[in-house]
């Protein structure tokens, strides 16, 4: 909880700088902005989901080598994709 408190107070002062209020009422460099950060979310999102998926297939056909009782590489533990 408290590292979501601080990266939207960190967000709250950036914000004043991506919404000028000379940019009234498009505001262009923060929408941008917005825009950039979504796509960029969505590529890594894209990534991690691949990577989860490759790492199941290779638990269910044997290849992976497995970890500890309690470790994201152990034989039972399964990615929610």
């Known amino acids: 909880m408290g590292i979501t408190l601080t990266i939207t107070d960190m967000a709250g002062v950036v914000v004043g700088q991506l919404y000028p209020s000379k940019d009234k ?39 992976s080598r497995l970890g500890e009782e309690w470790d994201d590489r152990a034989e039972d533990f399964i990615y929610l994709t």
């Open 25 to 63: 009422p498009k505001y262009y460099l923060g929408n941008a902005w917005a825009l950039g950060t979504l796509v960029v979310a969505i590529i890594l999102f894209t990534l991690v989901n691949r990577v989860y998926k490759r790492r199941n297939a290779q638990k269910n056909s044997g290849q």
